[in-house]
């Protein structure tokens, strides 16, 4: 357990004494005082963190169809969310699921990820209807906690217990966030402070600064990485930075997993708001790079794979229609592409023959039946960096 330092921190209060004794910590309200230090290195990533997320808005907008590279990205992002907090279940895992209803070795797992997805969805559309507030924080952990092993940690309900994080109980914690009694005050402040429209903050700044705060509440008693990462991209939504949930952090917050939680604790102990700030958007400037690398690619093997198909003649029509189909669920069966396209089995059948002798799609499962065909070039290039961490 650490000692908070710098009047920018905030303070300890003593819930136990003795053996087990312990404190927990209480953060000062956003936004830092003193104010926040723009030196000339914040200034320069905040103007290249922008910069960035400008080029992945005019990348994604090349697309054909750049709601389907909206719709992969998200289930990426929802399985890297869910890993760092300890499931198991792949992306492949997830799109079978979601598909079909199908379960592998890890059902809970799929579920959790599952849901990461449908919070995401939800949460964005009731900012059409709803400001950034406890109401909409407490119902995205709702849906995110529904039907899973969290199920009974009382969804969409701050903690009315202690958390702790790390160790096995407060006394032996790395972090012990505030008491049960000053959550709802907490997150009143963290409240005003996404509401106060007259701080002159840029709104990559205040996300981020928002992330960290509701990370060092921790106001649920499970789903709170989640739900805070979460945030980010519904703050940069709201403050009309980004048109459409592109941007996501798990993936630098899991490769750099001891450095977020480093930067995070100088917070908590030091008061160092520039110095999270600076890990942070170099993440989003990163993440938006990558995304960038990944649409043009995608565009590249778009080209590419619909000039072979127009090859076919007759037989391109149902191939291309296959084609489409593909970048949104890139993994297929007979069975699944008659019935999403409207076509017979033995025309599903052909189409998926096609696209596998033009070197699109490759059979995966190994069987005589029920074969399973993957779009796999396409695949990695989502799957990217996914597996690496």
Same mark, same amino acid.
């Given at each position: 357990?650490?000692?908070?330092?710098?009047?920018?921190?905030?303070?300890?209060?003593?819930?136990?004494?003795?053996?087990?004794?312990?404190?927990?910590?209480?953060?000062?309200?956003?936004?830092?005082?003193?104010?926040?230090?723009?030196?000339?290195?914040?200034?320069?990533?905040?103007?290249?963190?922008?910069?960035?997320?400008?080029?992945?808005?005019?990348a994604?907008?090349?697309?054909?169809?750049?709601?389907?590279?909206?719709?992969?990205?998200?289930?990426?992002?929802?399985?890297?969310?869910?890993?760092?907090?300890?499931?198991?279940?792949?992306?492949?895992?997830l799109?079978?699921?979601?598909?079909?209803?199908?379960?592998?070795?890890?059902?809970?797992?799929?579920?959790?990820?599952?849901?990461?997805?449908?919070?995401?969805?939800?949460g964005?559309?009731?900012?059409?209807? +709803?400001?950034?507030?406890?109401?909409?924080?407490?119902?995205?952990?709702?849906?995110?906690?529904?039907?899973?092993?969290?199920?009974?940690?009382?969804?969409?309900?701050?903690?009315?217990?202690?958390?702790?994080?790390?160790?096995?109980?407060?006394?032996?914690?790395?972090?012990?966030p505030?008491?049960?009694?000053?959550? $709802?005050?907490?997150?009143?402040?963290?409240?005003?402070?996404?509401?106060?429209?007259?701080?002159?903050?840029?709104?990559?700044?205040?996300?981020?600064?928002?992330?960290?705060?509701?990370?060092? $509440?921790?106001?649920?008693?499970?789903?709170?990485?989640r739900?805070?990462?979460?945030?980010?991209?519904?703050?940069?939504?709201?403050?009309? *930075?980004?048109?459409?949930? +592109?941007?996501?952090?798990? +993936?630098?917050?899991?490769?750099?997993?001891?450095?977020?939680?480093?930067?995070?604790? &100088?917070?908590?102990?030091?008061?160092?708001?520039?110095?999270?700030?600076?890990?942070?958007?170099?993440?989003?400037?990163?993440?938006?790079?990558q995304?960038?690398?990944? &649409?043009?690619?995608?565009?590249?093997?778009?080209?590419?794979?619909?000039?072979?198909?127009?090859?076919?003649?007759?037989?391109?029509?149902?191939?291309?229609?296959?084609?489409?189909?593909?970048?949104q669920?890139?993994?297929?069966?007979?069975?699944? *592409?008659?019935?999403? +396209?409207?076509?017979?089995?033995?025309?599903?059948?052909k189409?998926i023959?096609?696209?596998?002798?033009?070197? $699109?799609?490759?059979?995966?499962?190994?069987?005589?039946?029920?074969?399973?065909?993957l779009?796999?070039?396409?695949?990695?290039?989502?799957?990217?960096? $996914?597996?690496d961490?």
């Amino acid at each position: 357990m650490f000692k908070a330092t710098s009047e920018r921190a905030g303070k300890f209060l003593v819930q136990q004494s003795g053996e087990n004794g312990f404190s927990a910590f209480i953060p000062k309200i956003l936004p830092p005082s003193p104010p926040l230090k723009y030196d000339d290195e914040l200034l320069a990533l905040l103007v290249e963190a922008r910069g960035a997320l400008g080029r992945l808005d005019g990348a994604t907008s090349l697309l054909p169809n750049p709601d389907l590279f909206l719709f992969m990205f998200v289930r990426k992002e929802a399985v890297l969310s869910s890993q760092i907090e300890g499931t198991q279940a792949s992306l492949s895992e997830l799109i079978e699921y979601e598909d079909v209803g199908k379960r592998k070795s890890n059902p809970d797992d799929v579920q959790e990820v599952s849901n990461y997805v449908k919070a995401m969805d939800y949460g964005i559309a009731r900012l059409e209807t +709803l400001p950034l507030s406890l109401r909409l924080i407490r119902e995205i952990h709702a849906k995110l906690l529904e039907g899973t092993r969290g199920g009974n940690k009382t969804p969409g309900r701050f903690r009315s217990s202690q958390n702790w994080i790390g160790g096995t109980r407060p006394s032996d914690a790395r972090f012990v966030p505030p008491p049960p009694q000053e959550v $709802i005050n907490c997150m009143g402040d963290l409240e005003l402070f996404l509401q106060n429209k007259n701080l002159r903050i840029p709104a990559l700044i205040k996300a981020g600064l928002a992330h960290a705060q509701f990370e060092t $509440i921790h106001p649920f008693l499970d789903g709170n990485g989640r739900v805070g990462r979460l945030l980010i991209t519904l703050i940069l939504i709201h403050e009309k *930075v980004l048109e459409k949930p +592109l941007l996501y952090l798990s +993936l630098y917050f899991k490769k750099y997993r001891d450095a977020y939680y480093d930067h995070l604790n &100088a917070i908590r102990r030091d008061g160092d708001w520039e110095g999270w700030l600076k890990f942070y958007l170099r993440g989003v400037s990163e993440i938006s790079i990558q995304a960038v690398h990944a &649409a043009h690619a995608i565009l590249k093997l778009q080209e590419i794979h619909r000039k072979r198909i127009l090859q076919l003649g007759k037989a391109s029509f149902s191939a291309m229609q296959l084609f489409d189909l593909i970048f949104q669920k890139p993994k297929v069966t007979v069975n699944m *592409v008659s019935r999403e +396209l409207s076509i017979s089995l033995p025309t599903a059948r052909k189409a998926i023959q096609n696209l596998e002798k033009l070197a $699109i799609l490759k059979e995966t499962s190994g069987k005589q039946r029920d074969r399973e065909y993957l779009y796999e070039q396409y695949f990695d290039i989502i799957l990217s960096g $996914i597996e690496d961490y």
